[in-house]
């Protein structure tokens, strides 16, 4: 089965700018959520999507928005881009979710390197 | 809110050495536990997993057993190989399975 794929891999985008990245589950997953990682704040969540509903929110500012699909893909778009918003975006995906459930298990995607200029 | 604290890094240690890296966690209900690893240019890697106290996850010869009464979720592995240099993140998912919270990640440095 194949695993989750991200486009692109990398970006480089100059401040103002928006960014779109794109996200593809797993096959038969529908849940899916973001993470960025940068060196100084380490990996924090941003949102998590499931069946074209967003469920959670981390604390990030409103230029960080995103969506699902009916096909389970996401994309996730940043606008007025800022330099601190440089880091490594990774897209996960899970089974449909019940608490405690193994299933739950969040498997990632290599990630989209963005560089701010 | 929950969170994961983890020990810093770097580890370094010579080929055939034992590991542990120490994870303890706060959290309310009982949270699934997770050890990722992170290769450099790479996304994250499901190491190992517990679901629920004293479930012991494994996997390449490492493992973590989960302890509710220390709440902790510390990565052991009897003999390091050179091919295990990476980063390590413990990681907890909250109750309604929808959102991760990592710790700040341990690198691990193994010379042959």
């Known amino acids: 089965k194949a695993g989750v794929t991200q486009t692109p891999r990398y970006l480089i985008k100059t401040r103002g700018q928006q960014v779109t990245l794109s996200c593809s589950p797993i096959s038969g997953h529908r849940s899916v959520s973001w993470y960025q990682q940068t060196p100084g704040q380490g990996l924090q969540f941003l949102f998590e999507?499931?069946?074209?509903?967003?469920?959670n929110k981390g604390n990030f500012p409103g230029r960080f928005s995103g969506r699902q699909f009916s096909n389970s893909r996401s994309e996730m778009n940043v606008s007025t881009l800022e330099l601190g918003d440089s880091a490594l975006y990774l897209c996960?995906?899970?089974?449909?979710?019940?608490?405690?459930?193994?299933?739950?298990?969040?498997?990632f995607g290599p990630g989209t390197r963005l560089t701010v200029l | 809110g929950n969170s994961v604290t983890q020990m810093e890094g770097p580890v370094t240690l010579s080929e055939e050495a034992f590991l542990t890296i120490n994870c303890t966690y706060t959290?309310?209900?009982?949270?699934?536990l997770f050890w990722y690893v992170q290769y450099p240019g790479e996304g994250l890697q499901l190491l190992l997993k517990a679901t629920k106290a004293d479930d012991k996850g494994s996997n390449k010869g490492f493992e973590a057993t989960y302890r509710k009464e220390t709440t902790s979720f510390h990565l052991e592995k009897g003999s390091v190989q050179v091919s295990d240099s990476a980063v390590y993140f413990c990681?907890?998912?909250?109750?309604?399975?929808?959102?991760?919270?990592f710790g700040g990640g341990t690198r691990l440095m193994v010379k042959p």
């Open positions: 990681a907890l998912l909250n109750n309604a399975g929808n959102m991760l919270t």
């Open positions: 996960a995906s899970s089974f449909p979710p019940s608490g405690g459930n193994p299933r739950d298990t969040q498997y």
């Open positions: 999507y499931f069946s074209e509903t967003q469920r």
């Open positions: 959290a309310t209900g009982y949270p699934s």
